[in-house]
């Protein structure tokens, strides 16, 4: 699957409701980040609580060009939490962290912009 990340592009083809509902994007607090010299990209290893339900998962975003792993500890993100694990280097990233590219490609974090439970669901 590629990801298109021009603002220009148009929409992707239409999915039925159920196919939304299968993914499972929730709220969660970051609870330790740390660099990811060995990726590919410049990528943080995030621990994330999700509450709960979900739990306590890891993930490696690509936001290190934005984002100092110090700022982030307490902050809320979103992420899909029912992909299959991913390995990424020596790595098993559990989740999928969301963000949108900025205009020069940099990952900015997408997260509520007002207080939620972790463990929330995006509906």
């Not at 039925?16 to 980040?33: H, P, Q, S, T």
């Not at 999700?50 to 690509?62: E, H, L, N, R, T």
């Not at 280097?89 to 439970?117: H, I, W, Y």
Request: net charge neutral; proline share 11%; aromatic share 8%.
């Amino acid at each position: 699957m590629h990801l298109v990340h021009d603002p220009a592009a148009p929409a992707a083809a239409p999915i039925g409701f159920d196919a939304f509902l299968a993914v499972d994007i929730r709220a969660g607090r970051v609870i330790a980040a740390e660099p990811f010299p060995e990726a590919r990209k410049p990528s943080i290893r995030l621990t994330i609580d999700f509450g709960d339900g979900v739990g306590v998962k890891k993930s490696s975003a690509q936001i290190a060009e934005l984002y100092a792993p110090a700022d982030l500890v307490g902050r809320m993100v979103a992420a899909v939490v029912n992909f299959p694990p991913r390995q990424i280097g020596k790595f098993m990233s559990e989740v999928l962290t969301l963000g949108f590219p900025d205009a020069q490609g940099r990952v900015v974090l997408f997260a509520p912009d007002s207080a939620v439970p972790p463990g929330a669901r995006l509906f």
